[in-house]
């Protein structure tokens, strides 16, 4: 056996399995910000991050936060560090929004993910019912989806956060109300994410994954978790719902 055939098998059985969880999906879970755009692409996480601080401590708040998360580069940390000390509160309430409106800001500088809205339209068209099921903001995920005019082929079907906090994911919240609208059974559903959050909410509700890593890092991050199905690019993933020949070696 050469080198080459060595390769080949696990790349090929890799490539099969991965074929047959799409040919299943009847229903596609998009995660919003990574599979479809980068959403901080061009208006810096950390910088939304740090306005959000800067509004804790205008309000008289300096003492709430921990100083790891006064300088954390995720804008979700310091929403999450607020509600575990100050739960369903209007404070909660206020950051939630503040958080939003960062979000929509950022929609106009978003890049899209390389293959990702051909997939959406592609998938649509051959008949899959999609919904996003995000910890963004539902009003961030349809403002970007309407400007790259993919709205159609979610709508009504996007559900983000809410001010329940603790029903964002990892919690399966988003996901089961996804099924329960388009009256989907798990097993005919596929999630795609890329982070063990959105991995663990997938397997909470029962729905099979697959991964999108952009890269080493991230598909590391995926298959420690537990992902068994993860692409480094979304072209395979459109190659395979176009019907394309795809080949294992790519």
Same mark, same amino acid.
């Given at each position: 056996?050469?080198?080459?055939?060595?390769?080949?098998?696990?790349?090929?059985?890799?490539?099969?399995?991965?074929?047959?969880?799409?040919?299943?999906?009847?229903?596609?879970?998009?995660?919003?910000?990574?599979?479809?755009?980068?959403?901080?692409?061009?208006?810096?996480?950390?910088?939304?991050?740090?306005?959000?601080?800067?509004? =804790? !401590?205008?309000? &008289? *708040?300096? +003492?709430?936060?921990?100083?790891?998360?006064?300088?954390?580069?995720?804008?979700?940390?310091? /929403?999450?560090?607020?509600?575990?000390?100050?739960?369903?509160?209007?404070?909660?309430?206020?950051?939630?929004?503040?958080?939003?409106?960062?979000?929509?800001?950022?929609?106009?500088?978003?890049?899209?993910?390389?293959?990702?809205?051909?997939?959406?339209?592609?998938?649509?068209?051959?008949?899959?019912?999609?919904?996003?099921?995000?910890?963004?903001?539902?009003?961030?995920?349809?403002?970007? =989806? !309407?400007?790259? &005019? *993919?709205? +159609?082929?979610?709508?009504?079907?996007?559900?983000?956060?809410?001010?329940?906090?603790?029903? /964002?994911?990892?919690?399966?919240?988003?996901?089961?109300?996804?099924?329960?609208?388009?009256?989907?059974?798990?097993?005919?559903?596929?999630?795609?994410?890329?982070?063990?959050?959105?991995?663990?909410?997938?397997?909470?509700?029962?729905?099979?994954?697959?991964?999108?890593?952009?890269?080493?890092?991230?598909?590391?991050?995926?298959?420690?978790?537990?992902?068994?199905?993860?692409?480094?690019? =979304? !072209?395979?993933?459109?190659?395979?719902?176009?019907?394309?020949?795809?080949?294992?070696?790519?």
């Amino acid at each position: 056996m050469t080198p080459d055939t060595k390769q080949t098998g696990p790349v090929a059985a890799e490539t099969e399995n991965l074929q047959e969880v799409i040919k299943r999906a009847r229903f596609v879970l998009f995660d919003f910000d990574g599979p479809i755009c980068r959403l901080f692409a061009g208006h810096s996480a950390e910088d939304v991050a740090k306005d959000l601080v800067n509004w =804790l !401590e205008r309000q &008289g *708040l300096h +003492g709430l936060l921990t100083e790891e998360e006064r300088v954390h580069p995720d804008p979700m940390a310091v /929403l999450y560090a607020v509600n575990r000390r100050h739960p369903h509160s209007d404070l909660v309430v206020e950051l939630e929004e503040r958080l939003t409106q960062q979000e929509l800001k950022a929609v106009p500088s978003a890049w899209p993910t390389e293959f990702a809205d051909p997939l959406i339209r592609t998938w649509s068209a051959v008949g899959a019912r999609l919904a996003v099921a995000t910890n963004n903001s539902p009003r961030t995920a349809a403002t970007y =989806l !309407e400007s790259r &005019g *993919l709205a +159609g082929c979610f709508a009504p079907n996007i559900y983000g956060r809410t001010q329940d906090l603790h029903h /964002l994911k990892p919690h399966p919240h988003c996901l089961v109300r996804a099924l329960n609208v388009m009256g989907a059974a798990a097993s005919d559903a596929l999630m795609i994410g890329d982070t063990p959050t959105d991995f663990d909410a997938a397997q909470r509700a029962g729905v099979p994954f697959l991964g999108y890593a952009r890269n080493a890092e991230k598909e590391k991050e995926l298959r420690s978790a537990g992902a068994g199905e993860v692409v480094r690019s =979304l !072209e395979t993933v459109l190659q395979m719902v176009r019907g394309d020949d795809v080949n294992p070696a790519r």
